[in-house]
């Protein structure tokens, strides 16, 4: 198994605060709306569930699984729908809620598929975005963070399925081969 050196990038602190503005804003903005929050499984469960504790407006939660990373920190670049939306969203405000942006495929593929229901908008909420990687147009409506092109971890995020537990965010680097 490869080892990897994790690195401090947000703690704790730093990601409630994006998050309490993220909720704040949005609940001013859907204020007297029909809301439905759809959640990209698995790595934006976390901040889903505690978004969702800050706001002040009825909502509903609707989960996706999307699958577009082979194994390690590569995009194998064809998305698949692996679990989808379930619940109606003719005439309703939308609102995609993603742990990361990167190329910005992925958000593309489910908005123009929940497009397809005939919803009354589509909007994206992303904790972090790493804008300098964007490969396709995908504007983040509501943003946690830019970051670096770094490859994070933590807070729901995962390399291999591991280290999704982890309160704080870590980007991660090689652990330097021993000297001989
Ligand atoms: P995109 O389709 O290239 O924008 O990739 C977005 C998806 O790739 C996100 O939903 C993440 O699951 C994953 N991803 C992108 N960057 C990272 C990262 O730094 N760490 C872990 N997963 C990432
Ligand atoms: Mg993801």
């Excluded at 505690?50 to 998305?79: C, N, Q, T, W």
């Excluded at 969203?89 to 598929?113: A, H, M, Y």
């Excluded at 995962?158 to 280290?163: G, M, R, S």
């Amino acid at each position: 198994m490869e080892e990897y050196c994790l690195n401090p990038l947000f703690s704790k602190e730093q990601i409630a605060s994006f998050v309490k503005v993220l909720a704040e804003q949005i609940s001013k903005d859907y204020k007297d709306r029909e809301l439905v929050l759809v959640c990209i499984l698995k790595g934006a469960f976390m901040f889903l569930s505690d978004l969702v504790r800050h706001l002040e407006i009825p909502v509903k939660i609707d989960f996706v699984r999307l699958a577009s990373y082979g194994p390690g920190m590569k995009s194998s670049g064809r998305i698949e729908i692996t679990k989808d939306a379930e619940l109606p969203i003719e005439g309703k405000d939308v609102l995609i809620i993603e742990d990361i942006v990167d190329s910005g495929r992925t958000l593309q593929f489910l908005r123009d598929r929940l497009f397809l229901a005939n919803p009354r908008s589509v909007k994206i909420c992303a904790l972090l975005d790493k804008k300098a990687r964007r490969e396709v147009e995908i504007d983040v409506d509501y943003l946690g963070k830019e970051v670096d092109d770094v490859f994070v971890v933590g807070y729901g995020i995962d390399l291999n399925e591991d280290y999704r537990n982890l309160p704080e965010i870590y980007y991660v680097t090689p652990v330097d081969q021993p000297k001989r």
